[in-house]
């Protein structure tokens, strides 16, 4: 996964200097919602997480004003350019001081993700000047997720 400005796209590659698009029409994944809070662009910084339900992805979008968000979205194990579901709304949103004072205001954008137990904790960027921790439970943010799941 990566941004080709402003969607998250799907490539791979055999030597890490050639890459091509893994499916034959388009690989965009994820494209900015005109109508929500990732309205102007999205990007990824974690990697996928395996879970039972497919690739579990966190990423960050930006509205038109420039405030960053987190979210997730579920992407199908063997065809990982199809979602299976994606939140309508962020879980995490630039609240503290260093996630809305710094180079870049009004920012949280994922840098990794790693699950441990019960959660998954989520490192970020805030402000463009400072890394940060979330957690959020696994089972809490399946269950929630699979209330948008579309049909496979």
Known sequence: YHRRHPS??????KDFNTWEDVCDTTCMVVAPDG?????????????????????????????????YRISAFI???????????????P?????????RIGEIPNVVFTCGAVEAGNDYYVYYG???F?????????????A???KYRTPA
Not at 75 to 89: F, H
Not at 91 to 99: A, D, F, M, Q, S
């Open 8 to 13: 998250i796209w799907l490539s791979k590659t």
């Open 35 to 67: 109508n929500r809070w990732d309205n102007d662009k999205i990007g990824i910084g974690a990697q996928p997480i395996a879970t039972d339900d497919g690739w579990l992805v966190f990423y960050h979008g930006r509205d038109k004003q420039g405030f």
């Open 75 to 89: 992407a199908d194990y063997n065809q990982p350019n199809i979602v299976r579901t994606k939140l309508p709304y």
């Open 91 to 99: 879980i995490l949103e630039p609240i503290l001081p260093y996630e």
């Open 126 to 128: 805030g402000a463009d």
């Open 130 to 142: 400072a890394i940060g921790g979330a957690t959020i439970n696994k089972k809490e943010l399946l």
């Open 144 to 146: 929630e997720l699979n």
